[in-house]
């Protein structure tokens, strides 16, 4: 479990193989009925998604609310996640200056320069999920599954599957898996936008590897953001967080916010705390991103983000900074709430459609917006190539201005996946007769390469077997993607191979990443 030491402690809910920062909470109580349960049902449509009835359908309501039928829906469709890191090898270079000296007394010997190989031992850790659809779509947290070479999912009713991951999202910390199974519970999706302050929710999951269990609590607030850059590091996380006093702890992560009716609202991803256990708040991600997330992660395996490409803060904020640099500061804006844009990002959506610097954006399509976390939500819902209307505070009048969202790249275009299938070849993990046969310890073969294929553009051949890819030492699958994955996110975007073929023959390849 990884801690990040301060004033507050923000803790990762999942034990195990990634140390990724998340959070979760609960309390059990009967409370006043100011929302009766409404009758699902399907909407017709085919995203895989419920909706429901409407209200003219609802039960008599009661002066309390009765939770266990909430907290039996929710124990159906939370399944335990058991994942595995298989160790793995890598190739590290040092400098040795007595083979160095050596070298050059009795010229020969590598300048200085050694290698040795850094074995990292097995990892294993566990968490929570939710199944969302009856033929085995289940969501959780990036973090719970993020470098696992072994999903293991165990329902409530004990029934065992192995899962492979249909897609991951770090910046939102979501990820989409899918077990071969049929006619599984669900629960519904929803709506978290409905969620008011003050409503009773239930968190369920695995804690401390104790399955099903079930908390209760309230909304204590929404759109909250938590730690800046606390998940990737990389500063483009999309944090819009449910926050509730439900008690979650390490092994909740992933698991369901569900609402009295019984209803997917969110998916608890973190817990604030002084000691690593439960002792405050938790955070959930609303439904109204991973819907949004699922669908993406679905059709094209990576999540078509839409930027409105500005960087800024909470109008709140920036007033309380320049007047702690000034106390004689007392700019009017008109209004005291909205995101103050600080700058725009060249070539961005917000720049080309008009946005200045300095302006106040108070609402996207009529929707109210008063910090910078509900401006991430909301844009978060929308993909490159949409059209919104920002509304926007510029010298005290108000004004609307249409902006057509764009991705990381300053384009609409759809983002492929960066996995390996875009190397345009097919794969497989050697076999043990291929080991012993070829006298190889490891690797992966190249079982097909496209005409278009970047390897074979740089010469590699059919069949060869890559051995190492930019000096990590490759017997997996999920090992090769990684580090093609590490690879085109770095600077160099180069991917170093080194193998041999079945014939004997070595060879080693730099390949250039798009």
Same mark, same amino acid.
């Given at each position: 479990?990884?801690?990040?030491? !301060?004033?507050?402690?923000?803790?990762?809910?999942?034990?195990?193989?990634?140390?990724?920062?998340?959070?979760?909470? @609960?309390?059990?109580?009967?409370?006043?009925? +100011?929302?009766?349960?409404?009758?699902?049902?399907?909407?017709?449509?085919?995203? &895989?998604?419920?909706?429901?009835?409407?209200?003219?359908?609802?039960?008599?309501?009661?002066?309390? =609310?009765?939770?266990?039928?909430?907290?039996?829906?929710?124990?159906?469709?939370?399944?335990?996640?058991?994942?595995?890191?298989?160790?793995?090898?890598?190739?590290?270079?040092?400098?040795?200056?007595?083979?160095?000296?050596?070298?050059?007394?009795?010229?020969?010997?590598?300048?200085?320069?050694?290698?040795?190989?850094?074995?990292?031992?097995?990892?294993?850790?566990?968490?929570?999920?939710?199944?969302?659809?009856?033929?085995?779509? =289940?969501?959780?947290?990036?973090?719970?599954?993020?470098?696992?070479?072994?999903?293991? =999912?165990?329902?409530?009713?004990?029934?065992?599957?192995?899962?492979?991951?249909?897609?991951?999202?770090?910046?939102?910390?979501?990820?989409?898996?899918?077990?071969?199974?049929?006619?599984?519970?669900?629960?519904?999706?929803?709506?978290?936008?409905?969620?008011?302050?003050?409503?009773?929710?239930?968190?369920?999951?695995?804690?401390?590897?104790?399955?099903?269990?079930?908390?209760?609590?309230?909304?204590?607030?929404?759109?909250?953001?938590?730690?800046?850059?606390?998940?990737?590091?990389?500063?483009?996380?999309? $944090?819009?967080?449910?926050?509730? %006093?439900?008690? =979650?702890?390490?092994?909740?992560?992933? !698991?369901?916010? #569900?609402?009295?009716?019984?209803?997917?609202?969110?998916?608890?991803?973190?817990?604030?705390? /002084?000691?690593?256990?439960?002792?405050?708040?938790?955070?959930?991600?609303?439904?109204?991103?991973?819907?949004?997330? @699922?669908? %993406?992660?679905?059709?094209?395996?990576? #999540?078509?983000?839409?930027?409105?490409?500005?960087?800024?803060?909470?109008?709140?904020?920036?007033?309380?900074?320049?007047?702690?640099?000034?106390?004689?500061?007392?700019?009017?804006?008109?209004?005291?709430?909205?995101?103050?844009?600080?700058?725009?990002? +060249?070539?961005?959506?917000?720049? +080309?459609?008009?946005?200045?610097?300095? %302006?106040?954006?108070?609402?996207?399509?009529?929707?109210? @917006?008063?910090?910078?976390? +509900?401006?991430?939500?909301?844009?978060?819902?929308?993909?490159?190539? %949409?059209?919104?209307?920002?509304?926007?505070?510029?010298?005290?009048?108000?004004?609307?201005?249409?902006?057509?969202?764009?991705?990381?790249?300053?384009?609409?275009?759809?983002?492929?996946? /960066?996995?390996?299938?875009?190397?345009?070849?097919?794969?497989?993990?050697?076999?043990?007769?291929?080991?012993?046969?070829?006298?190889?310890?490891?690797?992966?073969?190249?079982?097909?390469?496209?005409?278009?294929?970047?390897?074979?553009?740089?010469?590699? &051949?059919?069949?060869?077997?890559?051995?190492?890819?930019?000096?990590?030492?490759?017997?997996?699958?999920?090992?090769?993607?990684?580090?093609?994955?590490?690879?085109? $996110?770095?600077?160099?975007?180069?991917?170093?191979?080194?193998?041999?073929?079945?014939?004997?023959?070595?060879?080693?390849?730099?390949?250039?990443?798009?």
């Amino acid at each position: 479990m990884k801690r990040i030491y !301060g004033t507050i402690a923000l803790v990762a809910l999942v034990s195990g193989v990634t140390g990724a920062v998340t959070f979760s909470f @609960v309390h059990n109580r009967l409370m006043e009925d +100011e929302n009766p349960a409404q009758i699902v049902k399907s909407d017709g449509n085919d995203d &895989g998604f419920m909706t429901l009835a409407s209200k003219d359908d609802t039960p008599k309501t009661h002066s309390y =609310i009765d939770l266990t039928e909430a907290a039996e829906k929710g124990c159906a469709a939370v399944v335990y996640i058991k994942v595995t890191q298989n160790g793995s090898t890598r190739i590290q270079e040092y400098y040795d200056p007595f083979d160095d000296m050596f070298s050059q007394f009795f010229g020969r010997g590598n300048g200085g320069t050694q290698r040795r190989q850094i074995q990292t031992p097995k990892r294993q850790g566990a968490g929570s999920g939710v199944i969302i659809s009856n033929d085995g779509y =289940i969501v959780t947290n990036n973090h719970v599954v993020e470098g696992a070479d072994d999903i293991e =999912i165990t329902l409530n009713d004990n029934r065992e599957f192995k899962a492979t991951v249909v897609g991951l999202d770090a910046n939102t910390d979501l990820a989409l898996l899918k077990i071969d199974g049929k006619d599984l519970p669900t629960l519904v999706i929803g709506d978290s936008d409905e969620l008011k302050v003050g409503e009773w929710v239930l968190a369920v999951g695995n804690p401390f590897n104790l399955k099903s269990t079930v908390t209760a609590g309230i909304v204590s607030a929404k759109a909250r953001k938590i730690a800046e850059g606390s998940r990737s590091g990389t500063g483009n996380e999309i $944090e819009s967080y449910i926050q509730t %006093d439900a008690a =979650i702890n390490a092994g909740n992560s992933g !698991g369901a916010l #569900v609402n009295a009716r019984g209803e997917l609202v969110g998916i608890n991803a973190a817990l604030y705390s /002084q000691t690593g256990s439960f002792t405050g708040y938790g955070f959930a991600i609303p439904t109204t991103i991973m819907k949004k997330v @699922v669908t %993406d992660l679905k059709e094209y395996g990576a #999540v078509q983000r839409a930027l409105i490409g500005i960087s800024g803060s909470d109008l709140s904020a920036y007033i309380d900074n320049q007047k702690a640099q000034d106390e004689k500061w007392n700019k009017d804006f008109g209004t005291n709430d909205g995101v103050y844009v600080a700058d725009l990002i +060249e070539n961005g959506a917000a720049k +080309e459609a008009g946005i200045k610097e300095g %302006d106040v954006i108070v609402s996207v399509n009529d929707k109210k @917006v008063s910090k910078m976390s +509900e401006l991430q939500e909301i844009i978060t819902r929308y993909s490159p190539g %949409d059209k919104v209307s920002v509304g926007i505070i510029r010298d005290k009048k108000q004004k609307s201005i249409d902006v057509t969202l764009k991705n990381g790249q300053g384009n609409t275009k759809v983002v492929k996946a /960066q996995n390996l299938s875009a190397l345009g070849a097919e794969f497989k993990e050697i076999t043990d007769d291929q080991k012993k046969s070829l006298n190889l310890s490891n690797g992966v073969q190249i079982t097909k390469l496209d005409n278009d294929s970047p390897l074979r553009k740089m010469g590699v &051949g059919n069949n060869f077997i890559i051995m190492l890819a930019n000096n990590v030492k490759i017997t997996t699958l999920n090992e090769l993607e990684r580090v093609y994955k590490s690879a085109c $996110e770095s600077e160099a975007k180069t991917l170093f191979i080194w193998g041999k073929y079945p014939s004997g023959r070595t060879g080693s390849y730099a390949i250039e990443l798009e």
